[in-house]
Each structure stands twice: as structure tokens, then as C-alpha cells.
């Protein structure tokens, strides 16, 4: 009886090579995510921070609506310090989910994650305030999208931490992942919105006005569509069919593929440009 029983308790080889579909489809969007982070903090280094060596700081207003203004040194610094703290974010997040990387510099891993909860905090306030305060693109309706972000990342912070602190780290992983993602709700509305027009042609979209059906639906689908995402590649994870862990992994590498479309698209058609413009 006892052998039965403990051949019943282990996980079969095709429920084991279901799970390594999911944890291989992860895998790949992280190897895709990463490096167009890591291209649009680039991109924020080589637009923004070297035109504002230059004191060319009119240059922003190619990639903003309301640039740098002269008149409003405030907002000007909320401005400078969304950038600079998303700078911080783009780079060093994905740091954090490197196992090996974690393993090997442990006091780095917490040091950063504190610098990356910190930045997550400071520039969604800044991004609130030049929101309501200054105005952006998009109106209301975007601007609640992105204010409704900010009010997520406060709340994933404090269970990231909370977590961290009680070693509960499986689920300090779940809670790191879900603030990361809502942190990055700028280079995800790029991505998707550069993709959206290479398949549409901007269907949906008011150029003038950077208002429209999409714009509406992608204020908030910045942000669910990858938290739900998310969610799972954590239930794939569990203890499930093996036929649903290959159609979540299924899931997971289309919309990677879409993303690496985005993500060279906002690059080449737009990232590059204004960089070498």
C-alpha cells in the first residue's frame, strides 16, 4: 500500500513536462521583456538625459505634449523625476528575477529591491501629479488608467514587502512580479500601442487628441492585460491538466511574440529616431 501511495503522490511525466511548458514560456517572455526594458532605458538615457546635457530640453516636447516648460519649474521637476526614478526601474528590475543572480549577491537583490520599490512609489506620484496638475495626453480617461496603476503599485509595494519580511518568499516572488509589471505600465503602453498601429493602422486612436476606443480600452489593459497574464502563468504552475498548462504556455509565447513585435516597432519607428534625431 504504502508504494501506491507514494507512486500516486509523485507527479506524472507528462503533468512534470506540462509544468516545464509553463516555466519555458515564462523563461522566453522574460528573455524578450528584458532586453526592451533595457532598450527603452536607452532610449530614456539617450533622448532625455543627454538633450538635458545640452540644455536642449525643447527636444522633450517631440516625445511629450507637455515638455519641458520654462513657466513651471514644479512640473518641470516632477517630470524630471518620473524619468529619472523610471530610469532606475527599467534597469534594475529585472535584476531581481534572475535566480542565479540572486543567489550569487543576496545583499544586492534586497538593496535594489528597496531602490526599486522606492522608484516605483516616487514616480507614479510624480506621474499623478503632472497628470491632474499639468495635464497630459489622453484626458481623464487615461489619466485615470494611469493614476488607477499608481494606486497599485503602493498596494503591491507594501505586500512585496510584507511578504519579504515575513520569508514568505514564494509568494514575495508573486507579489515582486505583479509590482514590477505595473511599474513598467509606460513601456507596456508604448509597446502595445506601436503594435496596435503596425496592425490597424491606428484604428480607434485620435492622433489630435490622443483620444479613441483603443486609447480608452488600452488606458487599463496596460496593466490588466499583464497582470491577468500573470495570473496565469501562476495557475499554470499548479497542480493542473497537463492539456491546460500547454494551452496556458501557448498563450504565453503568442503574446510574447506580439510584444517582440512592439517592442522593435516602438524601437525602429520611434526610440531610434529621436535619439539620433
Known sequence: MSTLTNTLSLPRKRDVNGRKAVLLAGKIWFLVATPGLWVFALYIFGFYGLTAFQGNHARWAEALPEGFLPHDPVGNGALITHIVFAFFINVGGPLQFIPAFRRKYPKFHRYNGRLLVFSGLVASLAGVYMTWVRGSAGGPILGMGNTLAGVLILLFSIWAVRTARQKQFQQHQRWALRLFLVCNVTWFFRVGMFLWILLTGGA??????????????????????????????????????????????????????????????????????????
Open 204 to 277: 480607434g486612436v485620435d492622433f489630435e487628441t490622443f483620444t479613441g476606443p483603443f486609447v480608452t480600452f488600452w488606458a487599463y489593459g496596460q496593466f490588466i492585460i499583464p497582470l491577468l497574464l500573470a495570473e496565469l502563468y501562476f495557475q499554470g504552475l499548479k497542480n493542473i491538466k497537463p492539456s491546460t498548462q500547454y494551452v496556458i504556455s501557448g498563450v504565453l509565447l503568442g503574446v510574447t511574440l506580439l510584444m517582440l513585435i512592439g517592442i522593435l516597432v516602438v524601437t525602429v519607428g520611434a526610440w531610434i529616431p529621436r535619439v539620433v534625431g
